[in-house]
């Protein structure tokens, strides 16, 4: 029985995918957390750090937000070839959830001046075209598939609630 039809069923989508991090013992790799998406590439957090233009504060912090909660090994970080999401996945994911509404979080890591931010009137351009292009590519999914548009609702910018912006505009 598809989800959606007990109710709204939302996506929540991350602008760069995190697998766990690998087993390393006395340097050499013991355990393999998986691959990422065929369109995706693993990149380090460095990369994500000057994507976003995150300060140099903010980047030596960055390590220990990175670290898995159960484990404490850094996560590991791709980014999609296209360089907004997984086609691969996100068909596959409308294709069998039946998702009725999107989320995007660590909207934050595509442009670090938006990092806790709290209200829609602080999105910066460089967030908007990213969220257009988001929606660009959700679109032909959902087309390809014949399913319908799948709104965008949830933006996050940060790890606490109020960095959650409940969005109901059009892209």
Known sequence: MPCNLLGSVIGNNRTFPIRVGNIYEDGVMVGYSGDFCPDEREVSWE??????????????????KELTTVTRRLRRVAMPTNGIVSEWLLERVVAMTGITHTSINFLNYIDWSTNNITNVTQITDKVWEYLKQFKQLQHKICLKIGVHDIPICLLGFGPEVNNVIEYRGDL
């Open 47 to 64: 990369v994500v750090a000057d994507m976003s233009g995150m300060n140099n504060a903010d980047r030596e912090q960055l390590y220990h």
